[in-house]
């Protein structure tokens, strides 16, 4: 049976395009049944302030730069969205006067136009805002070295590389609208995966590139970052790959329950749960990865309900 155009998209994969069934499992969903979906490699947690879950995400960098030495460099990648987390991260370096300069970190992605990465001139410039949010703000006595500052702009295949040289103890991320980590977005509806999306073994072999960006995505980024300036968005971005994501030992999302809504955070955490793999749904290939966690403040859960406003 063909599989259903997508109600956003047609010319693109995406969640809307699953079985029935499935999304019908998904909006039963309670919050609390959340939690009953952890198995050995994908651990689900709950916050129950948004204090407490944002410092959790922070400490996440803390954790990973303590294990760095000169003979054994380590580091994070991290993402803008959220980003509450990265003005902590300054504070406690800066509290616990903490020595980076054997310590490494990863931005994520960011935007491209004409086929270059935008400038942190550019407002919505990504690496501008690890930069200004956290790493301006640490003491330049305990800051890494430009050099261990790593953003997926210029070369895209030294920036790959450099997940070979130095250990990545976690990858943190949030989850857009479109299920995506990153800007791990579906892929397009075209020759020969017009019938069915790409098999997860072809997706799992994309590494860090440039990517066109799901219309949802788009729009996404217009209403959370731009004040709902939907010209002001680029449709491509380079952004790290499935490749880069599997070199990491931990991946880590946080989910505030801003940046994806209460049936989205359900259905991807539903299908790492039971092994269910999509690339309709790329959050799902996460069930192939070894050691996941979702973070969830609690209150952001919210529930799966007809409700007008």
């Known amino acids: 049976m063909a599989r259903p155009m997508s109600k956003v998209a047609p010319e693109w994969w995406d969640y ?34 948004l204090e407490d879950f944002y410092l959790a995400e922070a400490l996440e960098y803390i954790n990973a730069w303590r294990q760095a030495t000169p003979d054994n460099p380590a580091g994070i990648c991290g993402p803008i969205g959220p980003t509450e987390q990265l003005p902590l991260v300054a504070r406690l370096v800066n509290s616990l006067e903490m020595k980076l300069h054997d310590a490494h970190f990863w931005g994520m992605d960011e935007w491209v136009e004409d086929g270059e990465p935008v400038p942190i001139t550019h407002p919505l410039s990504f690496a501008k805002a690890d930069l200004d949010l956290c790493f301006n703000r640490i003491d330049p006595a305990l800051r890494m070295p430009d050099e261990n500052l790593h953003f997926p702009t210029g070369d895209l295949n030294a920036y790959s590389k450099s997940f070979d040289d130095v250990r990545c103890v976690v990858m943190q991320g949030g989850q857009g609208e479109v299920k995506h980590w990153a800007f791990n977005d579906p892929p397009r509806r075209t020759e020969p995966y017009t019938d069915e999306p790409p098999p997860p073994s072809e997706y799992r072999k994309l590494q860090t590139r440039v990517v066109d960006l799901h219309p949802m995505t788009v729009i996404q980024n ?16 380079a952004t790290v790959g499935p490749v880069e994501t599997w070199k990491a030992e931990k991946v880590s999302i946080w989910h505030a329950g801003m940046h994806d809504n209460p049936f989205g955070m359900r259905l991807t955490t539903l299908m790492i749960s039971k092994k269910i793999v999509d690339t309709s749904v790329p959050m799902s290939l996460l069930a192939e990865h070894p050691n996941v966690q979702f973070n969830f403040y609690r209150h952001g859960i919210g529930s799966v309900a007809a409700e007008m406003h």
Do not use: N, W
Request: zero cysteines; charged letters at 25%.
């Open 16 to 49: 809307t395009t699953l079985d029935e069934e499935l999304l019908s499992d998904t909006a039963r969903l309670e919050a609390d049944d959340l939690l009953q979906l952890s198995r050995p490699g994908f651990e689900v947690k709950f916050y129950d302030t």
């Open 222 to 237: 217009a209403r959370t970052s731009g004040g709902g300036q939907v010209a002001l968005v680029p449709t491509q971005a």
